[in-house]
């Protein structure tokens, strides 16, 4: 494998950055990476191990900053859904301009939500589908969580949000601004998973503390694959749940795409 660091404009005029990860041998064949919110490109280091064990079995890995993310433009409290989507969008036109003419998306917390309501709406980009974790209703993650991490915080954030227009996210304190919470009011991630046609897997560990096991369980389409992983908390970060997402995944980006 070797790594590029590249970057494209979006349809808004921000710069966004990332790593092609490429295999020995160009076969027409990517996958590109969708990060949650707070964190990077490498999601905490999996996505950086993903793109190897991917780029061995021979897919090209695009794996990028959202905006208000890493090295990419813009600032952490005017990032929302419509931006992050924009940037998917643009990621998705330069695998394209790159010569992939087969596809494959896979997003993880936060970013399984975008991948949802990108995928949901442009069925014809994608031969296959994986979300880690993923965030399927804002509702019940950020407005009216129901897992205790942001419970005892809900309060504090809308006093926050009202008075300085931003609320401090995760132990990273990202400045979510007024106008994410505004869409996580509109969007449903859930409504466009239904959505997807191409084959879908969805990951979820029934110990994860910042995002609803239950979602993924109670809002997996029936064509979908659902993998509950047992004991397994957040990101997939823990031995020996990190062996076991990455073999899954790769799985199944093998059978399907």
Known sequence: MTTQ???FVTHDQLTIRGTMHL?????????????????????????????AR??????AVLSFDF?????????AVDMT????????????????????????????????GIASLYAGSHKDEFGAVCLWNPVLDYDH????????????????????????????????????????FAEMARFRPYDALQKITVPLAV??????????????????PPHALFIPLPGAGHGFHESPHTEIALAKTLSFFSTNL
């Not at 905006?67 to 600032?75: F, L, N």
């Not at 992050?84 to 970013?111: C, I, K, N, Q, W």
């Open 54 to 59: 991917l780029a061995d079995a021979g897919y």
């Open 5 to 7: 660091n590249i970057s």
């Open 81 to 112: 859904i419509t931006g992050e989507l924009m940037d998917l969008t643009a990621a998705v036109r330069y695998v394209a301009t790159e010569g992939y003419p087969h596809v494959g998306l896979l997003g993880a917390s936060f970013g399984g």
């Open 203 to 220: 990951l979820h560990g029934d110990a994860d503390t910042h995002v609803p096991f239950a979602d993924s369980k109670t809002y997996c």
């Open 23 to 51: 295999p020995a041998e160009k076969n027409g064949k990517a996958i590109i990476l969708a990060h949650g919110i707070t964190v990077d490109r490498t999601e905490g280091g999996i996505f950086s191990m993903l793109a």
């Open 67 to 75: 905006r208000g993310h890493g090295a990419s433009d813009g600032r």
């Open 141 to 180: 993650c950020f407005l009216n969580p129901t897992l205790p991490w942001l419970v005892a915080k809900r309060a504090q954030m809308k006093k926050d949000i009202a008075k300085q227009g931003w609320a401090p996210i995760g132990s990273r304190k990202f400045m979510a601004g007024k106008a994410l």
